[in-house]
């Protein structure tokens, strides 16, 4: 019986990472992604670096990536995208296990398998971080390398290999998007807190470090630019802080569902966390909480205040996996690993939801190939009629059907100049 109970924990998690590459293997461009590839088709993709850099954001690691796949013209190149993004998260997860945990490979490689299912599956917001590519290879990539920082920053004894490399991540951490920043400040402090490790010579080195390389992210002109287009728009538009605070509540609600579908890797984890780690925990993850509100409370809703998710929900992830060390006792009872075992059911039909979805996601991705062709071998009309685009079921359809976006947008993405565009809604 203890062996029925112990692979069928593992059906869900299979069942998840069979309907994730399946929906990736259809997966188009959206939304921003034609923008980053218009402006690489525009300026060279060196100089698209520039121009952002001038003209929208300081973000020079987000921009990167971003801009990074359009240089390639191969076809299934968002597969890839969702691919690499995948196995980049699975062995930083891996990596922080077995660093801090002290577990062998093939614990740890479950113990991610476990992880990275929650993250990918109950985070809101699936199709903006899971499948929209400038996203995805942005918000988890810069995830995987704080995890991979930590892990370093773990075993740190100042030597010049160790500090090379430490630096060389905090320039790619700091260089993403700001909320990065105060995330890669506040794990290094409460990692020394926790770990009895924090010294004058620590704590000066990581947060002047922090704070000058970040500069060049936050003093860009195009923060400024950004920022001035971003105030001319409607206040309509901005969310008031009882809409922030709700957002990032019902956001939370995954939360409850881990302290149960955790149990299975707490198998794999023999160790305790002392109360005082708890409580520093938690005032961290309170930080979060707050940084991430804030962040919402500022930014216009079609600024994509969703994409901020991931921040905080993989710190709930690691939050509740302390939480569960913690209360380790309490976990043996028979009554709690049925209860896990009836909530890890509901996880595996919510895999089987999205298994359905993968079909309305063929026929999105078979539309879009057919509006492809369709505007590739338009010539040189002035005129366009494209088909409107169904709801994807799991990729993105934003701005998809909307005229101002493919005039300004998709239609200059292939031929590097704007047309007159009108969606037929036949």
Known sequence: MNKVWTWSLHVPYILFFVWYLVA?????????????GTNVHLYGFENAQLYYWYNWEGSFTHTFLATLPHIFSFERMPFICNLISLLFLLLSVMTFLRTFYCLTRIKAFICSCYLVAFLYTFTTGKAEIRFWVCANVTYLFGVSTTLIFLSLYHVYDYSIKKTTILILLMVVIVGNKI?????????????????????????????????FLSMFNILAPGNVIRMIQNLGDSEECRMTFEEA???????????????????????FLNVTISKSTIVILTLAF????????????????????MRTNITLEVSAVLYSMSLICYFNAYLKSPKLKIISWLLIMVFAAYGCRNMFLIKQSYEYSRLAKERERKVLSSNDEKELFLSPLPNSGLLLSY????????????????NNKTSEVFVSCE
């Open 24 to 36: 990736s293997f259809v997966n188009v461009y959206a939304c921003d992604d034609y923008w980053h």
């Open 179 to 211: 909320s990065f920043v105060y995330m890669l400040f506040l794990v290094t402090i409460c990692h020394d807190i926790v770990y009895g490790r924090l010294t004058k010579k620590r704590f000066f080195f990581m947060s002047l470090s922090i704070l």
């Open 245 to 267: 605070i709700t957002d990032r509540f019902f956001r939370l609600l995954p939360f409850v569902k881990h302290l149960f579908l955790l149990t299975p890797i707490c198998k």
């Open 286 to 305: 309170v930080f979060i909480f707050v940084g991430d509100t804030t962040i919402m409370y500022l930014c216009f809703h079609d600024s994509g205040p």
């Open 399 to 414: 701005f998809c059907n909307d005229k101002e976006w493919l005039e300004n947008v998709y239609i200059p993405y292939y």
